[in-house]
Nanobody
Framework: QVQLVESGGGLVQTGGSLRLSCTVS????????MGWHRQAPGKQRELVAA???????DYADSVKGRFTISRDNVKNTVFLQMNSLKPEDTAVYYC???????????????WGTGTLVTVSS
């Protein structure tokens, strides 16, 4: 069955970098939209970055200029390169994708289980 598998989270110092990855597991027709959300303790889950099938990107204002979303279409993997990390970036990051498959040819929304990013002061 179709699943999203995240990796790359960890502990970094302020100003450091991390690269998150999210790989689609299972058979799909294609990726309609794929991106990242994050949720800090006591806060609402928010969109960080998104990438459409035609290459359109969308970033939260707080990460513009620091984060870059990209995708390897062959491997069905999306990346989030995070540079100049700040303590306020500390959160659980969730991969999110709208995927087309044999069971859901018109697309279905999927979520990963999350990967923790901690940025120390």
């Amino acid at each position: 069955q179709v699943q999203l598998v995240e990796s790359g989270g960890g502990l970094v110092q302020t100003g450091g970098s991390l690269r998150l990855s999210c790989t689609v597991s299972g058979t799909i027709f294609g990726i309609n939209i794929m991106g990242w959300h994050r949720q800090a303790p006591g806060k609402q889950r928010e969109l960080v970055a998104a990438l459409t099938s035609v290459g359109t990107t969308d970033y939260a204002d707080s990460v513009k200029g620091r984060f870059t979303i990209s995708r390897d279409n062959v491997k069905n993997t999306v990346f989030l390169q995070m540079n100049s990390l700040k303590p306020e970036d500390t959160a659980v990051y969730y991969c999110n994708a709208d995927l087309s498959s044999v069971n859901f040819p018109n697309g279905k929304d999927y979520w990963g289980t999350g990967t923790l990013v901690t940025v120390s002061s």
